[in-house]
């Protein structure tokens, strides 16, 4: 019995089909009828399997999920009744806006209190006024008409009245007692009912002040209500807030219950109809059926399997190759080995690609020249938008930078220069300093060899002003290396104390000052001036320079290390860095579509 167990699981073969879910069920006999016979007999007999192991899993499902609905119900129930119980404890109501009463009661206090106080303070400026006009009431033999400029006693027909009676007596005063005397019966008369009319007036104005003091204490009151009221309400809604904090506790508890019960819910349902409807998602696509021919041996399928294993081992020696190659090809590989970030990468230019891992000398200036005259939108502009980014993030808002690489021909020249004109473009002030005083090869590149330069301000007392060259091109100022003077020690001068002045100066006169400085490796020249600068932005040709050599580089001085603001990867490869970093073509061809919608 086991023999045959044996033979038929030796002989029978079950595989994928490509990358789909259909499984090809063969068996080797040689009887081709019996071989169809038994490749259908285990075709049926594993749907029938999952059919019987689906309808189990379902009933014990089933079971299992109707139970714990019944506990996540009674969960639910408690969890809302919590909730109302504890509305109910603390006098909580909240609106259908989500608001507390006391808080919608708050608001319309707020305004009402606003509006008592307006009232009060016109009804106070309105006694203020009366008050002074009846502190204008004197000696009664004064027969000056009284003049209340109150509103109420300008609108008064009661006053209006008695004023234009006694302007009319006044005048007949007037009249008789230059024609009589002024002691003449008829004046002295007057002279009583003008008195009579003056207190009249008086008292009519009194009448008014009394109502404005009314007005006033009316209004005093009522602000005083409000302002009780709001003080009481907000006293118990600052209590009733505290308590909402433990409100939105139960209320989120509660919802968490019922969520996870419909959920279970609607689990148990369709465990039940999946119960009652039992159905797999295996079915015999087709048939098999008796070969015409024999299945081995299989002369193409050893030619095949041959090439795939030449194919294998290719691409474990190709692995194997990359794996030992120590050179940058990635930022990830870059951040990783430095420690900081990999500000920008830019791209090879037309006469700068090579094979990976080979240098081929270019010239700075025709480098230079190709990326100053790249579109506003390509990927060299934005590699320098973020280098500028980075500078200006610095936490110690460095302005003195210096553009450094671990060994020549890397570029560092031609990204401090491409830099310098890209951000004097945007209008900032920017210095230009060719340091590299061994091989000035931006001051030949720039056009300004017979220029004087660095070396000038050192050895013969030359100001720095007036060495400064304002590149009417690029629009930066640019302080050249100065090839006609000769020195011995590169890094004396560069350390020398009318450098250190120049650079302070710098720092304070431009926004930014970018200084080239020698490679590191093969000069002592960085590692001796490394603390005359506020950050260094580091240059690594991709493809070329190994980890070795950027390692050295950047221990060779611990204030470098410490002050390195980021890398630049110069030169890169877009197809193959595309190839070893997985991007797609639309993130580079993005650069060149300005009018595209991000």
Known sequence: MQRAIDTLESNLRVIRLGRSYHEEISYTSLDPAKAATIANAFADAYIEDQLDAKFESTRRASEWLQQRIGELRQQASDAYKAVQDFKSANSIIIGVDGKLASE?????????????????????????????????????????????VVTDALSSPVITKLRQQFLEDQNKMTEWSAKYGPNHSAVLNLRTDMATLQQSIWDEVSRIAESYKSEFQIAKSQEEAIDKRMTDVFQKSAATRQSQVRLRELETAASSYRNIYETFLSRFTQSVQQQSFPSTEARVVTDASPPRKPSSPKVGLTLALAAICGLILGAVSGIAREQLNRQIHTRAQLEKLLGTTCLAVLPALSSQKTLV?????????????????????????EALRYIKVAIDLHPTEGKVIGIVSALPGEGKTTVAAA???????????????????????????????????LLDMVADGLKFDSLVVADPKFKFDFLPASTQVPFSNSSDVLNSAAVKDMLKKARHDYDYVLVDLPPILPVVDVKAVAHLFDAFVM???????????????????????????????????????RRHEGYSDRRYTYYTKPHARA
């Open 419 to 453: 830099f310098a004109a890209f951000v004097a473009k945007t209008g900032v002030r920017t210095l230009l300093v060719d340091a590299d005083l061994r091989n000035p090869s931006m001051t030949r590149s720039l056009g300004y060899e017979a220029a004087p330069g």
């Open 104 to 148: 919608t009661e708050l608001d319309q206090l707020g305004i009402a209190l606003a509006k008592a106080r307006a009232d009060t303070s016109q009804a106070q400026a309105k006694l203020d006024r009366i008050t002074r006009v009846m502190e204008q009431r004197s000696d009664k033999a004064n027969f000056t008409i009284p003049d209340p």
């Open 357 to 381: 891992g080979m240098r081929r000398p270019t010239q700075d200036s025709s480098a230079f020249h190709q990326i100053n005259e790249v579109s506003p939108f390509s990927a060299t502009a």
């Open 539 to 577: 240059v690594v040709e991709w493809g070329s320079t190994s980890a070795d050599e950027i390692l050295k580089a950047v221990g060779s001085s611990s204030i470098l290390s410490d002050r390195l603001l980021g890398a630049v990867l110069n030169k890169a490869d877009e197809a193959v860095m």
